[in-house]
């Protein structure tokens, strides 16, 4: 699974995000890099602990997120984070 990272909020602020249920059943997530915290992925790529996307998807990252076009639903709620 692709994946892209989202820089960190500054410590002592945190956000709290509302995420729409964008979860599927047909594999659309599989043909996406998607937005996760770079700590996770760090986290992931030594333990091999599954990380969460902005968008709910939850997966181990095995494949290089250059490849793919960025998650619709992830794009979104980033945009929002940063207006």
Not at 22 to 27: E, F, I, L, S, V
Not at 49 to 74: I, N, Q
């Amino acid at each position: 699974m692709a994946t892209q990272t989202v820089p960190s909020t500054s410590a002592g602020s945190p956000d709290v995000i509302e995420r729409p249920d964008t979860r599927t059943t047909d594999g659309d997530h599989d043909r996406f890099s998607h937005y996760v915290n770079k700590t996770a992925l760090t986290r992931s790529a030594v333990s091999g602990e599954a990380v969460v996307a902005l968008c709910g998807k939850k997966w181990v990252p095995t494949r290089d997120g250059e490849r793919y076009p960025v998650c619709p639903a992830c794009k979104e709620i980033y945009a929002g984070l940063h207006s």
